[in-house]
């Protein structure tokens, strides 16, 4: 991991460093954070020349050889020190909430309306909205994009950032044209390394952020991170990790579920967590409950499907969304746990 002495190196430079590297056969890769531009080295870095001639050029303070799988996640690196901001909130000091459909039925468009308007009024600090859904079933709704313009209208009407999940690249390719303000991966496409490596190289050098739901059937927490580090690693380090059950599951609940996971996370990884508590246990008098754990397990927020009209939903919306009401409770009682976590860590670290 290549570090400058300073936040932005010129043109020049940048060409200067690759063509060094470029002599070694290693490829130069940028990352740009909010404060700071790192360089991945992709490669052999482990040639002591080709570190030492690095190291002698005037705009780097230091080569980094990480001892980590993951260089760019790990508490290391520089950019472990950059501030993630959602809705005017610091994730790790404020709790944050993201609320709102499953899927957006665009026949019906005032339903999401009403919901953006009254998850924004609960206290929800960004907007989510299925625009394409991957499903079990070739037969079940599939989302189309006209709900799109949908999600757009309500982020114009409350002023909330959005995120949507996108399954492959024309998907993401609309989504960065629409400057979609966050891009979740799903379960199904987690491990889905190529996908990965595309949002990270078409969000890469923007504030776009990208939400990472650990896959169905994820092994070890390092096999979640390095998903996470292809996205980082291709250009957006700008990547939230997000426990939503896993499988096989427990008998009552949709999945197995993780949130519990999240003290893990923090551990290896500086990556804000967003904890989804609706699909962990799939039923919607058992969400807030999963949802305050996840606050007291240290989460940095929760992605929870919130509707007014549940049973008039589509997807997974009639059986697992919390209504409004609900939620406006839920945020409360989330943002005390929270703290109150918060407070108690602090207290047993001292």
């Known amino acids: 991991m290549i570090i400058p002495n300073k936040p932005q190196l010129t043109a020049a430079e940048v060409s200067e460093l690759q063509g060094l590297a470029g002599e070694f056969g290693v490829e130069v890769r940028p990352i740009q954070g909010a404060s700071q531009s790192i360089f991945a080295l992709i490669g052999d870095e482990t040639n002591d020349l080709l570190v030492k001639r690095i190291e002698g050029l005037e705009f780097i303070e230091k080569v980094d050889r990480v001892q980590v799988p993951y260089k760019l996640l790990s508490h290391n690196n520089p950019l472990s020190k950059e501030k993630h901001l959602i809705n005017g909130k610091e994730l790790g000091k404020d709790f944050i909430t993201m609320a709102g459909q499953c899927t957006i039925d665009y026949k019906n468009p005032n339903y999401f309306y009403e919901t953006a308007q009254a998850c924004k009024e609960a206290g929800a600090d960004m907007l989510r909205g299925g625009v394409w859904k991957p499903r079990t079933s070739p037969y079940s709704f599939q989302g189309s994009a006209k709900s799109l313009d949908i999600l757009l209208e309500a982020r114009e009407r409350t002023g909330l950032k959005v995120v949507t999940e996108v399954m492959e690249l024309e998907q993401v390719k609309l989504c960065v044209e629409a400057k979609v303000d966050c891009f979740q991966i799903g379960a199904r496409n987690a491990l889905n390394y190529k996908l990965l490596e595309q949002v990270g190289q078409l969000t890469a050098e923007t504030d776009m952020r990208v939400l990472l739901k650990r896959s169905i059937h994820m092994g070890k927490i390092d096999e979640f991170i390095l998903a996470a580090e292809y996205i980082a690693g291709n250009g957006n380090p700008n990547v939230m990790m997000c426990p939503r059950g896993t499988q096989p599951g427990m008998d009552g609940y949709r999945n197995y579920p993780d949130e519990c996971i999240t003290p893990l996370l923090k551990e290896k990884t500086w990556a804000p967590v967003i904890v989804d508590p609706s699909h962990s246990v799939g039923k919607a008098k058992y969400v807030p409950h999963a949802a305050m754990a996840a606050a007291a397990y240290g989460a940095d927020g929760v992605i929870i499907e919130t509707h007014c009209h549940p049973i ?18 839920l945020i409360i009682n989330m943002q005390l746990i929270a703290k109150n976590a918060r407070e108690i860590r602090a207290a047993a670290h001292r």
Do not use: F, H, N, R
């Open 312 to 329: 008039k939903g589509m997807g997974d919306d009639p059986k697992q969304a919390i209504t409004p009401e609900v939620l406006e409770k």
